[in-house]
């Protein structure tokens, strides 16, 4: 009987010692699992962190574009309005010649037409008292063979001079939009450089 009891011992030793050996094993996975997962964990962290501050870099770039374009068009908005107030003040300007300064214009501009055989001139309805027809008669048919007409344009400043079939444009408001191409890059240097 001692046999058997000592062989049930040594079973129970051998038994526990299994156990013992799947415990420290078990013991041993937890431990790689635990560590595991906290190393799965903290790379995700960093993945996470470094998605953020890419979306977060992303986001302040387009901000400030964003800034940098909304700058720009209140700038260019401004200017625009500056650029618009000038050549409407150049446009009263002329709204508001004397005769004397209407008249040399007028001048100036039948030079360039000297040569025509016949030029008809219309005036704006706001110019008509800026030349008589004793000043045309003396003064510009000698410059160039001109006619006054009895039309006008309503509600105009400048004249239009017709030869030759051709009508050239010389009413202000017309010429401040012709020449407010040309001298916008200009005009804008001076103003704004």
Same mark, same amino acid.
């Given at each position: 009987?001692?046999?058997?009891?000592?062989?049930?011992?040594?079973?129970? $030793?051998? &038994?526990?010692?299994?156990?013992?050996?799947?415990?420290?094993?078990? $013991?041993?996975?937890?431990?790689?699992?635990?560590?595991?997962?906290?190393?799965?964990?903290?790379?995700?962290?960093?993945?996470?962190?470094?998605?953020?501050?890419?979306? +977060?870099?992303?986001?302040?770039?387009?901000?400030?574009?964003?800034?940098?374009?909304?700058?720009?068009?209140?700038?260019?908005?401004? &200017?625009?309005?500056?650029?618009?107030?000038?050549?409407?003040?150049? $446009?009263?300007?002329?709204?508001?010649?004397?005769?004397?300064?209407?008249?040399?214009?007028?001048?100036?501009? +039948?030079?360039?037409?000297?040569?025509?055989?016949?030029?008809?001139?219309?005036?704006?309805?706001?110019?008509?008292?800026?030349?008589?027809?004793?000043?045309?008669?003396?003064?510009?048919? &000698?410059?160039?063979?001109?006619?006054?007409?009895?039309?006008?344009?309503?509600?105009?400043?400048?004249?239009? +001079?017709?030869?030759?079939?051709?009508?050239?444009?010389?009413?202000?408001?017309?010429?401040?939009?012709?020449?407010?191409?040309?001298?916008?890059?200009?005009?804008? &240097?001076? +103003?704004?450089?």
């Amino acid at each position: 009987m001692s046999d058997l009891k000592l062989l049930t011992d040594r079973l129970i $030793e051998n &038994k526990k010692a299994e156990v013992q050996d799947k415990i420290k094993k078990a $013991e041993a996975e937890k431990v790689e699992m635990h560590t595991e997962a906290a190393n799965k964990l903290a790379a995700e962290k960093t993945k996470q962190l470094s998605l953020i501050d890419s979306r +977060l870099a992303r986001q302040f770039e387009q901000d400030k574009y964003t800034l940098q374009i909304n700058k720009r068009d209140q700038m260019l908005s401004a &200017k625009q309005k500056v650029l618009k107030t000038v050549f409407n003040e150049a $446009e009263e300007q002329m709204n508001q010649w004397t005769d004397s300064e209407f008249q040399q214009f007028l001048l100036r501009v +039948l030079q360039q037409h000297k040569d025509s055989k016949s030029i008809e001139l219309i005036l704006g309805q706001n110019s008509l008292d800026k030349v008589s027809t004793d000043w045309i008669n003396n003064t510009a048919k &000698k410059v160039a063979n001109v006619q006054s007409s009895t039309e006008f344009i309503s509600k105009k400043n400048g004249f239009i +001079l017709k030869k030759d079939g051709i009508q050239y444009n010389y009413l202000f408001d017309e010429l401040i939009k012709d020449i407010k191409g040309q001298l916008v890059s200009s005009v804008s &240097k001076k +103003l704004f450089d």
